[in-house]
């Protein structure tokens, strides 16, 4: 397992990232993604951490709290020193029924950091993140709460989810003038069916120095190898929860490349995409979740995975994403400059 630096910090984590959305789901949209219990959820952090894994990602808003609270217990009865794990957790959607329950205002993020940290029963979380963009919330306002946590120690560093580019490079020039506890991270989607944020995104985070961590690396199950060309499957959490949005014609085309890459390489289809994804040099940390241990198993075994340079480019080929201005007259412009 090897360690990255995130973004411009001195903090190293590790290539793949324990999600935790698959733990204490009841009903509902919660329920579909998960419903482990505390001994199953125990079972699978002690896999992880034995794998070398040293980061875990969750949210406040995961089964209503319960991530939180039972990552915060599989660690302390799994007896994990706190210096040897890294968690990350997440803060904006709706934990009441009010109209301040919810956002990034300084009211919601400064009680929401507060109850995390009593469920996760922990003194500091280690990486804070704005789960997405609060239109009603001045930036300003977000990253001096932000730095407020920073500053008591309640946090060690920032991080964002699901933000556009402008958004984001508003964010750290904010932080910057204010000299506010700075942007390091940010969440985002990315796979083989799905490369939008390499228009806008991927130029963003290179310029400014800020890690990227993948979340739903397998397309929510597309890219498990489940599926077939026609986007079939005989089960699969699709079935039921539809999310993210797949391009399937752009899968229909990728799918069979990826069985052909698998079957010569003798590991499965979902570790050719967590491949891909390891070899991009953009990505500093994969967010892999499971319901089941043999799910887990094989996700942390695509690390052993080596794409060589007619697999890496026979990928990009069939997904590549088709040119879209400013980006063609950008290529063509600053070509002789390069």
């Not at 509902?28 to 125990?42: S, T, V």
């Not at 939180?68 to 959607?93: M, Y």
């Not at 904010?174 to 069916?193: M, N």
């Not at 695509?302 to 007259?329: F, H, N, R």
Request: aromatic share 6%.
């Amino acid at each position: 397992m090897r360690m990255r630096q995130l973004g411009h910090s001195g903090l190293f984590v590790s290539e793949l990232c324990l999600g935790t959305m698959t733990f204490g789901g009841n009903e509902g949209m919660w329920g579909q993604i998960g419903q482990l219990r505390q001994d199953e959820a125990d079972a699978l952090v002690r896999t992880a951490l034995d794998a070398g894994i040293n980061f875990v990602d969750t949210a406040n808003v995961y089964a209503g709290g319960e991530s939180e609270r039972i990552l915060g217990q599989s660690l302390k009865n799994l007896g994990v020193s706190r210096d040897d794990v890294v968690v990350a957790t997440k803060v904006l959607g709706p934990m009441g029924d009010g109209p301040n329950a919810r956002g990034a205002s300084r009211g919601h993020i400064l009680s929401q950091c507060k109850q995390s940290l009593q469920r996760l029963g922990l003194d500091h979380i280690d990486l804070y993140q704005i789960h997405g963009f609060d239109p009603a919330t001045p930036i300003e306002e977000t990253l001096e709460a932000l730095d407020t946590l920073v500053r008591h120690g309640h946090v060690r560093y920032l991080g964002l989810s699901n933000w556009a580019a402008w958004q984001v490079v508003k964010a750290v020039g904010i932080a910057e003038a204010r000299r506010l506890a700075p942007i390091l991270s940010l969440q985002a989607y990315y796979t083989l069916v799905g490369r939008d944020l390499e228009r806008e995104i991927v130029p963003m985070l290179r310029s400014e120095k800020i890690g990227l961590m993948v979340w739903s690396p397998l397309a929510g199950g597309y890219l498990s190898g489940k599926y077939d060309e026609e986007g079939k499957a005989v089960d699969g959490r699709r079935a039921t929860f539809d999310f993210p949005p797949v391009d399937r014609t752009r899968g229909s085309v990728v799918i069979p490349e990826m069985r052909r890459i698998a079957e010569a390489k003798g590991c499965t289809v979902a570790q050719v995409a967590l491949a891909w994804l390891l070899h991009q040099p953009v990505v500093t940390s994969v967010i892999v979740g499971a319901k089941r241990m043999d799910q887990l198993a094989d996700n942390i075994a695509a690390t052993q995975v080596s794409l060589d340079a007619d697999d890496l480019a026979t990928l990009d080929a069939v997904t590549k994403l088709p040119a879209e201005y400013p980006g063609w007259m950008l290529e063509r412009q600053g070509g002789y400059r390069a």
